[in-house]
């Protein structure tokens, strides 16, 4: 069994350092509850009612 201080085996991942970067781990908080739409990033997200079905998001 590999030590702390040995190095990933080759095709296995360890730790990375420097900037994580990428997506949210959980875009949950943005989908509407009735429909599961998500804002396409033109200004949904912030708005009062989903894009795609209408219902009030707030």
Known sequence: ???A?????QGET???DGDDGGDPVCWLDQVCPECGAMPT??????ADRCWRCGTETT
């Open 41 to 46: 990033g033109d200004g949904e997200a912030t």
């Open 5 to 9: 201080a040995d190095p990933p085996a």
């Open 14 to 16: 360890g730790p990375v």
């Open 1 to 3: 069994m590999p030590g």
